[in-house]
């Protein structure tokens, strides 16, 4: 039953999804307690993190690791990651912070989750390719 990959995929993803969901859950409240809730640092340190691991894994898992089996790349990436980024809950505090008129929070928010975002992309790639 187990070697069926009709099986296997969606419980990989489903397990990488539910620890990536937690991690963003306490992460979040964790920022909050920590910095309070004025500017959503707890979706903006996730979502340079997630964009990070995202370059890194993908990376590595491609040019570095082909061994990885394809349930562990679709638990990391489509379970984890997917679960662990957040850029629908960016979408909606980019809003909030607009009906707020907190204008400068907003704009550093919005393109500053979006350059660092895909810089840290990059960065994560960059770093995969240095592991030996």
Known sequence: MLSDPNLRVPMAISFGAIAGALSRYYLTLWFAKNFGTAFPYGTFFINLTGCLGMGFFVTFALERMAIIPPEVRLMVTTGFLGAYTTFSTYGLES?????????????FYWSGSAILGVISVQLGIMLARLVK
């Open 95 to 107: 809003v909030s912070l607009l009906r707020d008129r907190n204008f400068s929070a907003m704009s």
